[in-house]
């Protein structure tokens, strides 16, 4: 493949202003249109055209296909979104020595700045295009609408999802369900609480015996109680409470006997608790996957490694992602970005700019093996 250094290669400088240009435009899920403008306009001054994708009234994705082209062997995709702002003064980038801080460096501008400098080589480099696109989704942070729309219009067998792994490759994909549980009381004066039924505290005794259970269970499943909300508001003991609870679950668990075992939990407790009105509903459900180190196309990325004297270290995706949608819609996605997990949705983001410019070597390689 190309010399890191030589004519077609990966430029660290223009990759590092690339990168500043998205962490500095604020785009939380539901507002991405300003990030959008700003990378559909860099794409076209460097060669490449973009199409507009529409998710909804508002918004679409950036579809760059190879040349020529209807369609790619490979969609390289990144969701340019975010979460919210912890300080809306102090969501833009910044660097200290190798290092650049800012929300969505991990999750996951960094990993769409790498795929659009790989893109950037390609458009201006000579010879044919690889039979590889890229796609910059929204939504990602939210309800994935943007990856379910385009597997529902593109058909494509692979992708290279940039979340962060630390350039890990991951061939292996966590499940996620997402858990609704309900409870309801009998309202009254907050000065009063014995002429009601607080529906804060029953919800309380359901999750320490959720919570014990899932404790319990064979290493790997991550749980995290995400929210809790009481209504009404006010002066006055509640008569409605609602919980969120993100589940997690290796690559080859079974969710359907989750389910169960949840259901059955659920059950138990009403039994034990004189007048618990309690409700549990399974809002998304996504399965994990395995995908074999002996596919064509982790072959190829293995070759890319060995080439660019990467240690290959195959682990699991842990948490949801664009990965997921696309699985169940029927491609394979290898999930392989710089940055951290553990930094993604933190206050301290951050990512080290040489591990990004590694990944846009990597998916640069990896691009032009599909020539071979």
């Known amino acids: ?109 960094a990993g769409c700045a790498a795929m659009m400098e790989a893109f950037t080589v390609l458009a201006q480099r ?33 992708a290279v999802v940039g979340e962060p792994t630390d350039l890990k490759p991951c061939l292996a994909h966590y499940g996620y369900l997402e858990v609704l549980l309900r409870t309801r009381g009998r309202r009254a004066h907050s000065a009063m609480p014995e002429r009601g039924q607080n529906a804060i505290e029953a919800m309380l005794r359901l999750l320490l015996d959720l919570t014990d259970d899932l404790a319990s269970q064979p290493a790997g499943l991550v749980y995290n109680l995400r929210e809790v909300s009481g209504f009404p508001g006010g002066f006055v003991v509640p008569n409605m409470c609602e919980a969120y609870v993100d589940l997690h679950l290796p690559p080859n668990s079974r969710i359907d006997e989750l389910k169960a075992r949840l259901e059955r939990l659920v059950g138990s407790t009403q039994k034990k608790i004189p007048g618990l009105d309690a409700l549990l509903r399974f809002e998304d459900t996504y399965s994990g ?31 949801h992602s664009d990965g997921s949608v ?15 997990l553990e930094a993604a949705h933190t206050p301290g983001e951050s990512v080290e700019l040489p591990r990004v410019v590694q990944a846009a070597r990597v998916y640069l390689d990896l691009a032009l093996r599909l020539l071979a």
Not at 129 to 144: K, Q, S
Not at 294 to 315: F, G, I, S
Request: with cysteine; net charge negative.
């Open 326 to 340: 696309l699985w169940a819609a029927g491609v394979d996605p290898i999930i392989l970005g710089p940055g951290r």
């Open 1 to 109: 493949m190309s010399t890191p250094g030589g004519p077609g290669e990966v430029r660290p400088d223009r990759l590092q202003d690339l990168l500043k240009g998205l962490v500095d435009i604020y785009s939380p899920s539901g507002k991405e249109g300003e990030v959008l403008e700003f990378a559909e306009g860099y794409l076209r001054s460097v060669g490449l055209s973009a199409l507009r994708q529409p998710v909804d009234e508002d918004r679409y994705d950036l579809i760059v296909l190879p040349p020529g082209q209807d369609g790619a062997e490979l969609f390289f995709v990144g969701h340019l979104d975010t979460v919210a702002a912890y300080e809306l003064e102090e969501y833009r980038s910044r660097r200290e020595g190798e290092t650049v801080f800012g929300l969505g460096t991990a999750d996951m501008k």
């Open 289 to 319: 996957y395995v995908i074999s180190p002996d596919r064509p196309m982790a072959v190829k990325l293995k070759e890319t490694y060995a080439a660019m004297c990467l240690p290959w270290e195959v682990q699991d995706f842990r948490s």
């Open 126 to 158: 000579q010879g044919p295009f690889p039979p590889v696109g890229l796609a910059l989704v929204v939504d990602e942070e939210e309800d994935n609408r943007g990856a379910e729309v385009l597997a529902e219009e593109y058909d494509f067998p692979w």
